[in-house]
């Protein structure tokens, strides 16, 4: 966002692209949900022992690992299954997508995609 796309246009799916989603500004009634479930999660894991507390790690998903893309109104819903899953939401990579710019960053995710899967 500002950034010399050095002649390149901003639509185009080999151009790299960046966002930011304030969930505050999104949807104050869900961020003051999730704030208060985090702090009760925090809460909780305060309680625990360290030794209950499951390793947190990093995965990286291939773009030839996912199947689906589904715009759904949270964001963009990317799956390794080719239909709806009962694991999707264990497995799916959900992409908050910023209101005023959901078209176009849509539209540029779809053909990011279609061009590294298809």
Do not use: I, K, Q
């Amino acid at each position: 966002m500002g950034a010399a796309l050095n002649g390149a246009r901003a639509s185009d799916p080999g151009v790299a692209r960046e966002w930011r989603v304030d969930p505050w500004r999104e949807s104050r009634g869900r961020a003051a949900l999730a704030l208060a479930a985090s702090l009760g999660g925090c809460a909780a894991v305060a309680a625990m022992r360290p030794g209950l507390l499951p390793a947190l790690g990093l995965s990286v998903v291939a773009w030839r690992e996912l199947r689906r893309l589904d715009l759904v109104p949270a964001g963009a819903l990317f799956s390794p299954y080719g239909r709806r899953h009962p694991l999707d939401p264990h497995r799916a990579l959900l992409l908050p997508l910023p209101a005023g710019e959901r078209d176009e960053l849509a539209a540029w995710l779809r053909a990011t995609w279609e061009r590294h899967v298809r």
